[in-house]
């Protein structure tokens, strides 16, 4: 199903109600889901749809993926963890992984932002190379 520029508009404006400071406030979200789930007019589910599109979006751009090949110790998880957010801004939440498939490094994920040092990519690197 398409979606109609009137209901995208809408979307991005109970969207940007939904932002206090610049951060998503998940009891908004609730809020105005609930107000649209209640009225129960027609267009509501696109401009649903596209809201919880948008949600995801925030959620995935608030969201940073540490992997590592062995345990970080504290400092250095402290370390990044205070790089991330003065890079990304505050309410930045961190995962920390360990992928021992990548031999030695870090690979650290932000929405669509991908940062990898392992030595896995390098390898992959080089033999892209030859």
Request: overall charge positive.
């Amino acid at each position: 199903m398409k979606i109609t520029r009137k209901a995208k508009r809408s979307a991005k404006q109970l969207y940007r109600f939904c932002l206090v400071n610049d951060l998503l406030d998940l009891d908004r979200v609730l809020q105005v889901v609930q107000l649209i789930v209640a009225n129960g007019q027609r267009f509501g589910p696109p401009v649903l749809r596209h809201l919880l599109w948008l949600v995801k979006l925030d959620r995935a751009r608030h969201t940073a993926s540490i992997e590592s090949a062995h345990p970080l110790p504290a400092d250095l998880q402290t370390v990044l963890q205070t790089g991330l957010t003065h890079r990304y801004g505050p309410g930045l939440t961190t995962a920390f992984s360990q992928r021992p498939e990548l031999i030695g490094g870090i690979r650290i994920q932000v929405g669509c932002d991908v940062y990898d040092g392992s030595v896995r990519a390098g390898l992959e690197s080089l033999q892209r190379s030859f």
